[in-house]
């Protein structure tokens, strides 16, 4: 993953616009590739169906990146739920700053490592989450 997937992770929210983007060239296309088909236009049915394989394959990769952004920004913010009975306020402040920060995939994992440790220190179990 990105630089950009991280920054997109701390801001907490993820765009969609290219995945609308892709659902609706790929609707677009059915139409005439289902055209195409019938028709017998072996040109049009290959340009056709090779815009909606590209369609179809951007919408996978866009549900991927956003599937896994969407759990990365609530894998921290369920540690940080679970942890703060045991930290001060103004501690919970801190690691939500930390969050908010995010830049690289490195500091993303030194916040997931340092709750981790804070999670350890006062036995709890924090869910598992496989950073990319």
């Not at 993953?1 to 677009?28: E, H, P, R």
């Not at 001060?88 to 801190?94: A, M, V, Y």
């Not at 908010?100 to 220190?121: G, M, S």
Request: aromatic share 12%.
């Amino acid at each position: 993953m990105n630089n950009k997937t991280y920054q997109d992770i701390a801001k907490g929210f993820v765009c969609k616009l290219t995945f609308s983007v892709s659902i609706t060239m790929f609707l677009y296309c059915q139409p005439y590739l289902m055209y195409s088909v019938v028709t017998h236009d072996l040109k049009y049915t290959f340009i056709f169906g090779i815009l909606a394989l590209f369609c179809f394959g951007s919408i996978i990769s866009e549900s991927a990146n956003i599937w896994y952004k969407e759990n990365a920004i609530a894998h921290i913010k369920q540690a940080i739920s679970i942890c703060s009975p045991h930290l001060s306020n103004l501690e919970i402040k801190e690691l939500n700053s930390q969050f908010a920060r995010v830049k690289t995939r490195n500091d993303y994992i030194l916040l997931d490592k340092k709750l981790r440790e804070l999670a350890a220190n006062n036995q709890l179990d924090l869910p598992k989450f496989d950073i990319l």
